[in-house]
Every structure is written in structure tokens, then in C-alpha cells.
């Protein structure tokens, strides 16, 4: 599956945003996803994940309570809404699919692909 991120944009410290993540060919239905985000200088960070059906999310320490994946799969469209964003969020945001579905809910790397381009998200303090 090929997918996409958008929405990605300059706000303010204390603004939200909403991340979408698509797929250009394939319905993401059938996935796992991810999104992690990746600073200047910085490894690659996991954000947050959520099941196939939706069911089940999970997130990074670091935005527990302020972020939420959520999932559309008629729409097929994952998204994630950023609130009471920090200077610390500004990142590459991507999504990922987990390459197999029994690894959920993993938050390595490597057990994800079919990474898109990214999107950028920057927070002014």
C-alpha cells in the first residue's frame, strides 16, 4: 500500500491540527497503522497506532492525552488530531503500515512500512 499524509502546516504553541493519512491505490481497510514523526537531528519517534477495525489505539508517552488517531475506513482515511501543541511536536509526521497485523501494537521501526513523503508540522512558541 502506498500512502499519503497532508494537512501539515505552521500553527502556534497551544493550536491543533489534523494529520490524514490515505492510500493512493490500495484501501487501507485491511491495515495497521502508524504514525511517527522524525525532528531535524532526531531519530525516528513513534506517535500513535490503531487496529484495523478501529478498535484499539495506543500512543507515544509524549502525546498521551493531547493527540488522537482515529480511523474512516469508507472514507479510507486515517487521521490524527494534534491539540495543545508544543514547540517539541515540530516534526516530519508519517504513517506506516504494520507489515503483519500480529505484531500490533508494535511501535518499532521496523515493523512498519510503505512510509509516505511525510508531512511537515511546525510549532511556534
Known amino acids: 500500500v502506498q500512502v499519503v499524509e497532508s494537512g501539515g502546516g505552521l500553527v502556534q504553541a497551544g493550536a491543533s491540527l489534523t494529520l490524514s493519512c490515505t492510500a493512493s491505490e490500495r484501501t487501507l481497510r485491511n491495515y495497521n497503522i502508524g504514525w511517527f514523526r522524525q525532528a531535524p537531528g532526531k531519530e525516528r519517534q513513534f506517535v500513535a497506532a490503531i487496529r484495523r477495525n478501529g478498535g484499539t489505539t495506543h500512543y507515544g508517552d509524549s502525546v498521551k492525552g493531547r493527540f488522537t488517531i482515529s480511523r474512516d475506513n469508507a472514507k479510507n482515511t486515517v487521521s490524527l488530531q494534534m491539540n495543545s501543541l508544543k514547540p517539541e511536536d515540530t516534526a516530519v509526521y508519517y504513517c506506516?503500515?504494520?507489515?503483519?497485523?500480529?505484531?500490533?501494537?508494535?511501535?518499532?521501526?521496523?515493523?512498519?512500512?510503505?512510509w509516505g513523503q511525510g508531512t511537515q508540522v511546525t510549532v511556534s512558541s
Open positions: 506506516a503500515a504494520l507489515r503483519l497485523p500480529h505484531s500490533y501494537p508494535s511501535r518499532n521501526l521496523a515493523d512498519f512500512g510503505s
